[in-house]
C-alpha cells in the first residue's frame, strides 16, 4: 500500500521515521514549493519532534547532511533549521531517536541499499535514507516532500519494504509529472 499524505482516509504515518533532508529544506522555505506545503512540513516536523522516533544512521551522516543544507540565515531561523538543532543540540532529543549502524559498500554506496532493477538509478547521496530504513526492525516511513523523483521510485521502493509518506504529495507528483512524463 502506498502512503499518500493529500488523500483521503490515508494510513498514518508509522510510529518510527526516517526524514529526508527535502522535508527540512522544504520547511525553511529553501525550495519553490507552495507556502501550503511549506507550513504543512514545519507543522509535521514538530509534530513529529512529539510523537514520533527519528530513525538515523549511527555514523550521522543524516545529521551531516542536514546541517550542510540548512544555513542560517539572518533574522529567525526556520522549522527545518530548529528541527535540525533540536536533534544535534539537545540530550532530550536522544530519546526520541534510535540509531543504526550502516555498513558502506563501494557499489550501491550501502550494504543495506536493496537490490532491485527499478532502484538503479536511485541517487547515491540518498541511498543512506533507504539504507536506515531498511535497517530498523520497525521498518519505518521515510518522509519526503521535495524531490520529486523519489515520486517515480515508489513502486520499486514498496517491492523491498520502504513506504513513504509524501506531506505535499499532489505538488510532488505534479512535479514529477512534468518532469518525467512531458515526453511520453
Avoid at 162 to 178: A, D, G, I, Y
Amino acid at each position: 500500500m502506498l502512503l499518500h499524505a493529500g488523500a483521503k482516509n490515508r494510513p498514518s504515518m508509522k510510529k518510527h521515521v526516517v526524514i529526508d533532508t527535502n522535508v527540512l529544506l522544504v520547511a525553511e522555505g529553501e525550495s519553490d514549493y507552495s507556502w501550503d506545503c511549506r507550513i504543512h512540513c514545519a507543522q509535521l516536523l514538530l509534530e513529529m519532534r512529539q510523537n514520533n522516533r527519528i530513525v538515523l544512521d549511527e555514523g550521522r551522516e543524516i545529521l551531516t547532511e542536514y546541517g550542510n543544507k540548512l544555513r542560517q540565515k539572518k533574522g529567525q531561523p526556520g522549522m527545518g533549521y530548529q528541527f535540525w538543532k533540536w536533534l544535534v543540540n539537545t540530550g532530550q532529543s536522544y530519546a526520541h531517536c534510535d540509531f543504526v549502524p550502516l555498513t558502506p559498500d563501494p557499489e550501491k554506496e550501502y550494504e543495506q541499499f536493496p537490490d532491485h532493477a527499478g532502484l538503479c538509478e536511485f541517487d547515491r547521496s540518498d541511498r543512506k535514507f533507504v539504507a536506515v530504513a531498511l535497517s530498523h526492525s520497525e521498518k519505518p516511513d521515510i518522509v519526503q516532500a521535495g524531490d520529486s523523483k523519489w515520486w517515480g521510485w515508489q513502486r520499486a521502493l514498496n517491492e523491498c519494504g520502504v513506504m513513504l509518506f509524501f506531506p505535499c504529495e499532489e505538488e510532488l507528483k505534479l512535479k514529477w509529472e512534468s518532469k518525467f512524463t512531458a515526453n511520453e
